[in-house]
């Protein structure tokens, strides 16, 4: 789970659309939130992944669902208040049902920092507080098919790149052409990219990137070499700003 912003507000959204499908809703039960400018927004405020978990939404067995975060028939009034609908994918959204963040909160990645609550210990989300554990045993965040087997297989891929990076920096030390110095340089910007914030799973890649002692080592002789440029580092703090603690 990362931050997440909600930085825009859809046309969708007027005053009077709310209120006028809010009572719709109310009178019949119709499904008013089925609509494609919902979906579409949401999915663009979370780079189409779940709010939760970080998934890609719309893949095989990621179906993209419109979750309410306070439950749509236990306060009726906000089931199509904006501020309450967030992007979520089956796994997360059935995990949670009907549960009541009123009377029991959990935390909401649009309005509080997750670093704040939980930390990542062998590919498992932990909570660093009662909140951030309530959170994780009511949306399942550490169900090992769905979510703590992919982390894993994507955590070994962001290792096993940065290990083939030392090895293109030794190469290009031994023979400093043109074109080692553009794999070596593309090979580390391409693990950047992988835990930036719109790539699966970015808060495991990115804590996976920054506890890495191979990592840290390319990085301090890439800029000892001036290989080391300005947008790696931009890439690089972003990164940063996105990881889970690893100890409560």
């Known amino acids: 789970m990362i931050k997440l912003e909600r930085n825009f507000t859809p046309l969708f959204f007027s005053p009077q659309n709310v209120s006028r499908l809010t009572e ?22 979370s780079d189409k992944k779940c709010a939760y978990c970080e ?6 067995s990621t179906y993209h669902e419109v979750e309410h975060f306070k439950d749509k028939n236990d306060y009726p009034d906000d089931v199509i208040e904006w501020n309450n609908l967030l992007p979520s994918c089956r796994h997360c959204n059935g995990s949670k049902g009907t549960h ?3 009377e029991e909160p959990i935390v909401n990645p ?20 009662e909140k951030g554990i309530l959170t994780i045993d009511v949306l399942n965040l550490n169900d090992r098919e769905h979510l703590v087997k992919p982390r ?12 083939d990076s030392l090895t293109l920096f030794e190469g290009y030390l031994l023979n400093p052409t043109s074109k080692n110095k ?7 910007r391409g693990i950047l990219k992988e835990c930036q914030r719109s790539a699966i799973f970015s808060a495991v890649s990115a804590n996976v990137l920054h506890t890495s002692e191979d990592y840290l080592t390319l990085r301090d002789n890439m800029m000892a070499h001036k290989l ?3 947008d790696m580092e931009n890439l690089h703090i972003m990164s940063s700003n996105i990881q889970l603690p690893t100890t409560a």
């Open 55 to 60: 998934v890609k939404l719309g893949e095989k």
């Open 152 to 163: 894993c297989e994507t955590g070994s891929i962001i290792a096993e790149k940065i290990e």
């Open 100 to 102: 009541d963040v009123v």
């Open 182 to 188: 553009r794999k070596l340089i593309g090979t580390v």
């Open 110 to 129: 649009f309005e509080e920092l997750p670093a704040e609550f939980f930390y990542i210990k062998n590919f498992r989300m932990k909570g660093r507080n």
């Open 228 to 230: 080391w440029d300005e």
């Open 24 to 45: 719709k809703f109310k009178s019949s039960g119709t499904h008013v939130w089925h609509h494609d400018d919902v979906k579409n927004s949401l999915m663009e405020l």
